[in-house]
């Protein structure tokens, strides 16, 4: 059974930062892509971001493209989202998945196979 097990969320004032961390079980952590989704109250899942099996590509939504970074590490099998210099409508659960697909790094929501549980991520004004 793939886990994935994110944490790192929290209340942080506008201009902000905050790393999320998603925890992988370690044959998912090596042989899938892994992408960040968020969803905000009242509107659909959204893509954030996306990183190839090996971290050699990487994607991002334009509404976070130089705010937010994707990487990797290999020996804790953890996936990160470092985001900065946040904003109030960043606000959101942010959910993170691996898809089979190794390569795809693309924001469509059904190509990923395993999902988090969640993290609550709240920026205010």
């Known amino acids: 059974q793939v886990q994935l097990v994110e944490s790192g969320g929290g209340l942080v004032q506008a201009g902000g930062s905050l790393r999320l961390s998603c925890a992988a079980s370690?044959?998912?952590?090596?042989?899938?892509?892994m992408g960040w989704f968020r969803q905000a109250p009242g509107k659909e899942r959204e893509f954030v971001g996306a990183s190839s099996w090996n971290g050699g590509s990487t994607a991002y939504a334009d509404s976070v493209k130089g705010r937010f970074t994707i990487s990797r590490d290999s020996a804790k099998n953890t996936v990160y989202l470092q985001m900065n210099s946040l904003k109030p409508e960043d606000t959101a659960v942010y959910y993170c998945g691996a898809a089979t697909d190794r390569s795809y790094t693309g924001s469509y929501s059904h190509k990923y196979d395993y999902w988090g549980q969640g993290t609550q991520v709240t920026v205010s004004s």
């Open positions: 370690g044959r998912t952590f090596r042989t899938h892509a």
